[in-house]
């Protein structure tokens, strides 16, 4: 995988400034509020990436309100077991 896949571990304010657009794929777990996440990964990921967010047990469908994905391009793609995604506009 080490050929496909490219782990970073770093503030999200300098890798924003440095690689805006750029990634397929974010993830984030007990990263920030849902507005706060949406911001951030949202500048990070090209169109048509995705936002990967491990959720909390319980789901909470208002925890992601529509308003707040289309500021910052997303369509909720739904949850999976304690994982919701989205695709970046």
């Known amino acids: 995988m080490s050929d496909r896949v490219m782990v970073i ?7 924003a400034a440095t690689a805006s657009g750029t990634f397929d794929a974010v993830t984030a777990r007990s990263f920030a509020a849902p507005q706060i996440t949406a911001q951030w990964a949202g500048l990070l990921l090209r169109a048509g990436g995705l936002m ?10 208002l925890r992601w309100p529509a308003e707040l994905l289309a500021i910052n391009g997303f369509v909720d793609l739904g949850r999976d077991q304690g994982v919701r995604r989205f695709r970046r506009q």
């Open 52 to 61: 990967v967010v491990s959720e909390p047990p319980d789901d909470q469908p």
């Open 9 to 15: 571990a770093d503030d999200v304010r300098a890798l």
